[in-house]
């Protein structure tokens, strides 16, 4: 997927050195924050004159020195990392089980381990600042009664700090993925990077102290229970000794040093910091507004111009940003307008306006059809026996086009009920053969070995022993049942439900024991709520620049369009508006679907995907509104359905 | 340079502004005697008497109500909750030899003590910030005697006849012409309403600046109840960031900004994301008055200090303007977005500055109206006008300016009755002044936004009266539709030269 992607030209020549610059940056940025660290490793209360001196002289060591060229390669490993791993679309679990296929997805575990050892590395580079007690792994044994000098004892206190930058490594990458880290969101104004950073600064520096506060609380828990396990390891494959004379740090008391601490909160803030600067600065680099020309008179430059971007479908970002940059040439730039609604030069044609229209009423009308999708799944869940001879055809023609490459357990007719598959929205969709370019790349990314097909083989076996097996027998129960919901995203359709009673076969032999290990799955199944829908919507930003773009579009070519180009697709716009309009209130008149996400606190937990589905709904009213405003009363003589004109109607008097 | 000695004097006692025609305002006894032509907004009366204001002394109640043998963890943990790290301090202060140890209590008084004289420097330098939050709102708010006034916010829709009315006990009615209900809205934090503004672009949202938050109601048009739930409203807040003292809507209906004159943060929201982004700038130490060009290109930003800012809104970037005497107090734009006029504070001026894409444009405010005090001689005598300016309102075509004045409180013949001079933007001349019952002064005022026969003008009055003024005339930039042809303001820069003096200096930055 990768490799298709970067070989694009948009890739080649503005992803990589906005990245490339954003590393710079944080590289630039490094050696102010390693003196920081410095400066605030040496901290004494008491001693104040000679904290300074003594971080000063530090600062002109060589070991920072060395350490500073370490710690730009951490930096550049992050950065390529970041670029690798990020996405526009972020990926939402739908169920725990999900969840926990995305944490050990071998992608995700490659990222895990990088970052525990890149932990390692930035924490020796902080042991090495501070010297002292944490200077190195052997020491002679100090001096006990009848052991010589020469014996080499294990310094436990540099032990403790590799293995917390190990922890705090994994942690790291651990709740990004948990908390959708890699997805970039896009800033709902225009600011210069520069302000953008210095107004994030704080806050993020903030972030990484509280978040090194709870990583350290959650290590010294880990190593007070496991420690001994890496120190008996080390310890016989160094062949050193365990210094019975000092304290043992797994024990109440070796932990509650304080300055040992204090160093390890301020490792983990320090390496927390540098990570979390160069995320910022990559987010902040990668969503840049890019000007695209709209078109050019070179023929060799066609395929970078607007309308061409567009309609590409392969690297997600080089759309979003082209959509963000209609949004913006819709409201503030003339000259560009003007252009979208020129004529071709020989014969006429405004084949820039049909480009951009096409492709924004594509991505409208692929949404309103996803939502249609789903509501028919949910509201075909719901009923005891809803699967009529057409949808039963459909289902069994599209899942050999799906699972085709799946094992054959997913169309055993055992998995019926309990088995709804948790993979997500997309991936039913997916299934339907509707397949939406936006979401395409990151299907396989959902579809971990743990989310589908493994899965089911737990639990097809045992589960028409589980609890749930008598009592979806009724119709009620079901109805009333959390599978409600859950099932409507469920797998391939053909293996979903609704089952009608007569297709569980009869219990098989081995599924006598009721296993907890089943239930448990069972209550990991049930869907996190809101989670589909917020799925459904993951890409929706997409979807508010083209309903933005084109409806400013519509309402500057009331005095700027000259040749009156834009007429033409007026009736089509309104419908694919209004059709889209009636699935979004569809879709907001179910369960879940209106209740509000909690907001996250900080800016680099990023949760702007969970509220796109309202503001798709505030951006679709809005759009609307503007062109019944700019229009009003001309709209009467647009042709369109009597439905259609009805609803226009309440727009257009303001009853929406 | 227009005065005030240019108007035709204030018509006679006992008589109200009705309408204007011919370039005339004409006067009568009462509000019956012109003919209707088709939707009149209702003219509203909400008595002071009525209206309970919402007396929640809680510091005075929570001696009535909590047991107070709790143990010093609850109360401390309550007065962290309630009044944060001071509340604390205090708590532990005022605590008794048995619970807590002497070293403890002496302390927490020495460091209370501390934070107070930190806190009075800053006060000092920001003397706003000594003010309770509600003192604040009254301070800043762009209605006349705010604390005491029947009507504390009033707002209509940017597309259709509907209007909203917050009124002195925290509640806010609709009022729509084309149903007969009048919902209300309240909500539990609903509280010392300084700003109403409705979404552009949307039927139903009605965004309220409130005591520690922003409330965003979603009205539905055709709902038939009088009592919205208040699961209707979305509550925005930010921590540090109230009293909320005015609020903006960007007139493409996507963004909303807030200001709070404790916080140098401006917040741009994301009102469907219910996330916002802070615009912080150092100096004035918070903002309180925002006011969005009604193209969308710029926004005003004063600040408490002697100090305000023109943000332009594509890359957010803002230009400081400080101003020789006072803060700004009010400002409004035409309607093309390219002229601002403002007033400061401590001058009985209006001040215009004008914004083109050009490079080289003039950066310099001009003169373009004085209001210092004038006496008329009237049948009833002497009557002097004349005084600061409190809030300004421009009209959707930009052909009508309507300026509320504040009077110097000592005299009594002004103070009497606060009027409004109307001047006619298209060549500055004067129309008159508008006059309520006897007895009430002007409060608020707002244009109606697409008044078909010329400009309506909607004046709250400190009887509770809200009335309409119609000024019926021929635009002559053309229809309302197309706001782009901006009225032909004579150009400061040449007012600049001819006036010759009395400059404001500007400095630009970023």
Not at chain 1, 59 to 74: D, R
Not at chain 1, 367 to 374: A, P, W
Not at chain 2, 103 to 115: I, K
Not at chain 2, 208 to 227: E, F, K, M
Request: charged share 15%.
């Amino acid at each position: 997927m990768f490799n298709s992607e970067q070989n694009h030209w948009f890739v080649r020549k503005v992803i990589f050195w906005r990245a490339a610059a954003s590393v710079a940056w944080s590289v630039l940025l490094l050696p102010v924050t390693t003196a920081l660290f410095a400066f605030l490793s040496r901290f004494s209360l008491f001693h104040p004159i000679q904290w300074i001196s003594e971080s000063f002289s530090l600062l002109y060591g060589s070991y920072v020195i060395f350490s500073l060229v370490l710690l730009c390669g951490v930096v550049l490993v992050v950065g390529v990392f970041n670029l690798e791993y990020y996405t526009v679309v972020p990926s939402v679990p739908c169920t725990k089980i999900a969840l926990l296929g995305k944490v050990l997805h071998p992608q995700q575990s490659v990222h895990s381990l990088v970052h525990s050892m890149m932990g390692i590395m930035v924490t020796w580079c902080a042991a090495t600042m501070i010297g002292g007690r944490y200077w190195i792994l052997a020491a002679p044994c100090s001096e006990e009664e009848g052991v010589t000098g020469q014996k080499m004892c294990l310094n436990e206190y540099y032990l403790f700090f590799l293995l917390a930058g190990a922890f705090m490594g994994y942690s790291y990458s651990l709740l990004g993925v948990v908390r959708n880290m890699n997805y970039v969101s896009f800033q709902t104004i225009q600011q210069c990077k520069y302000l953008r950073f210095k107004g994030m600064l704080p806050q993020v520096v903030r972030y990484s102290a509280v978040q090194s506060l709870y990583s350290v609380r959650n290590y010294c828990l880990f190593y007070f229970f496991f420690g001994y396990i890496p120190r008996a390891w080390i310890c016989t494959t160094l062949n050193v000794h365990e210094d019975s004379s000092l304290h043992r740090l797994d024990t109440v008391s070796g932990l509650l040093d304080f300055r040992l601490l204090y160093h390890l909160w301020l490792s983990g803030t320090f390496l927390l910091l540098t990570w979390h600067i160069t995320l910022l600065l990559f987010r902040i680099f990668i969503t840049e507004a890019y000007s695209f020309p709209v078109q050019s008179s070179f023929s060799e430059d066609v395929s970078q111009c607007l309308p061409k971007v567009l309609s590409e479908k392969q690297p997600l970002i080089l759309k979003f940003l082209a959509l963000q940059d209609l949004f913006l040439l819709s409201q503030q730039s003339l000259s560009r307008r003007m252009e979208v609604f020129s004529l071709s030069q020989p014969g006429g044609h405004p084949h820039n306006w049909n480009a951009i229209c096409k492709e924004c009423l594509s991505l409208l009308s692929d949404l309103s059809q996803r939502l249609v999708e789903y509501q028919e799944v949910v509201a075909s869940n719901g009923r005891a026996r809803p699967l009529s001879s057409h949808s039963d055809q459909r289902s069994t023609s599209s899942e050999t086009l799906v699972t085709s490459g799946t094992e054959e357990q997913l169309q055993t007719p055992q998995q019926s009920i309990g088995l709804k598959t948790p993979s997500s929205v997309f991936l039913r969709s997916t299934s339907l053969g509707l397949h939406t370019p936006m979401t395409a790349p990151f299907t396989p990314r959902q579809e971990s070995p743990f989310s589908s097909s493994s899965v089911n083989r737990f639990v097809g076996n045992v589960d028409p022993s589980s609890p749930w097996y008598g009592s979806v027998q009724s119709p009620h129960v079901m109805r009333r049942g959390p599978k409600l919901w859950t099932a409507s995203t469920g797998s391939p359709p053909g293996s979903s439900l609704p089952p009608s009673p007569t297709t569980i076969p009869s219990p098989v032999p081995a599924a006598q024991k009721p296993g907890l290990f089943s239930l448990w799955l069972q209550n990991r199944q049930e869907q996190l709520p809101e989670a589909s829908s917020q799925a459904l919507f993951a890409d929706s930003q997409a979807h508010i620049w083209a309903l933005e773009g084109l409806s400013n579009l519509v309402a500057a070519s009331y005095k700027e369009d000259r040749f009156g180009v834009v007429q033409t697709m007026l009736p089509s716009i309104l419908s694919t508006m209004l059709l889209l309009q009636e699935a979004v209130d569809k879709h907001f008149k179910l369960p879940h679907a209106s209740s509000k996400p909690v907001r996250s606190t900080c800016c680099l937990e990023d949760s702007t995907f969970k509220t796109l589905r309202f503001a798709l709904r505030a951006a679709l009213k809005t759009a609307m509104y503007r062109i019944t405003v700019t229009f009003g009363e001309h709209l009467h003589s647009v042709q369109m359905s009597a439905e259609h004109r009805k609803r226009l109607q309440q727009f257009m008097e303001y009853k929406e | 340079m227009n005065s005030l000695s240019l108007f035709p004097p204030p018509g006679p006692d006992g008589n109200i502004t009705l309408f204007e025609s011919n370039n005339e305002l004409v006067c009568g006894t009462s509000l019956g005697s012109r003919q209707k032509q088709g939707w009149e907004p209702p003219s509203l009366l909400f008595p002071r008497e009525s209206l309970k204001p919402h007396s929640r002394p809680e510091s005075s109640s929570k001696a009535a109500f909590l047991d107070h043998r709790d143990t010093l963890w609850m109360r401390s943990a309550r007065a962290w909750r309630d009044s944060g790290l001071s509340g604390l301090l205090d708590e532990i202060a005022n605590c008794t030899e048995e619970e807590v140890p002497r070293w403890l209590t002496v302390g927490c008084s020495w460091t209370l003590a501390l934070l107070r004289w930190v806190s009075s420097f800053h006060g000092s330098l920001f003397p706003h910030l000594t003010l309770s939050s509600e003192d604040m709102v009254a301070e800043f708010s762009q209605v006349l005697d705010w604390s005491d006034c029947a009507v504390r916010a009033f707002a209509w829709h940017p597309h259709t006849d509907k209007f909203a009315v917050s009124l002195l006990d925290d509640s806010i009615r609709i009022y729509n012409s084309k149903s007969a209900t009048a919902p209300t809205l309240k909500h539990r934090l609903q509280r010392n309403v300084a700003a109403l503004q409705w979404k552009p672009l949307c039927a139903s949202a009605l965004a309220v600046a409130c005591h520690n938050c922003l409330l965003v109601w979603h009205v539905d048009p055709t709902s038939l109840s009088t009592r919205p739930s208040s699961g209707c409203a979305q509550v925005l807040s930010h921590p540090g960031h109230c009293p909320v003292t005015s609020i903006a809507w960007s007139p493409n209906g996507s963004l909303l900004l807030s200001a709070s004159p404790v916080d140098t943060a401006m917040m741009v929201w994301d009102v469907a994301g219910e996330s916002c982004v802070p615009l912080q700038r150092v100096g004035g130490g918070g903002v309180t008055f925002l006011s969005w060009s009604p193209d969308g290109s710029r926004v005003l930003a004063s600040t408490p200090s002697a100090l305000f800012r023109v943000w332009e809104t594509r890359t957010w970037t803002c230009e400081r303007w400080p101003c020789l005497k006072g803060r700004c107090q009010t400002g409004c734009w035409s309607p093309d977005g390219t002229r601002l006029l403002f007033s400061v504070q401590g001058e009985m001026v209006i001040y215009a500055l004008t914004f083109t894409d050009a490079p080289g444009s003039s950066k310099a405010a001009a003169i373009v109206a004085d209001l210092s005090e004038t006496s008329f001689s009237t049948s009833q005598g002497q009557v002097r006008v004349g005084g600061q300016v409190q809030t300004m309102a421009w009209d959707p075509r930009g052909e009508r300016l309507a300026v509320l004045l504040k009077g110097t409180e000592p005299e009594p013949v002004i103070s009497q009755h606060i009027l409004l001079p109307v001047v006619r933007s298209h060549s500055t001349t004067s129309i008159g002044f508008v006059k309520g019952e006897s007895g009430a002064e002007p409060r608020l005022l707002q244009f109606h936004p697409h008044f078909p026969n010329g400009a309506l003008l909607t004046v709250c009055w400190s009887n509770g009266r809200i009335s309409h003024v119609p000024f019926f005339f021929v635009s002559a930039g053309g229809s309302v539709l197309n706001p782009g042809g901006s009225p032909p303001w004579p150009l400061p820069q040449s007012r600049a030269v001819e006036n010759g003096e009395r400059l404001l200096y500007t400095e630009m930055s970023s």
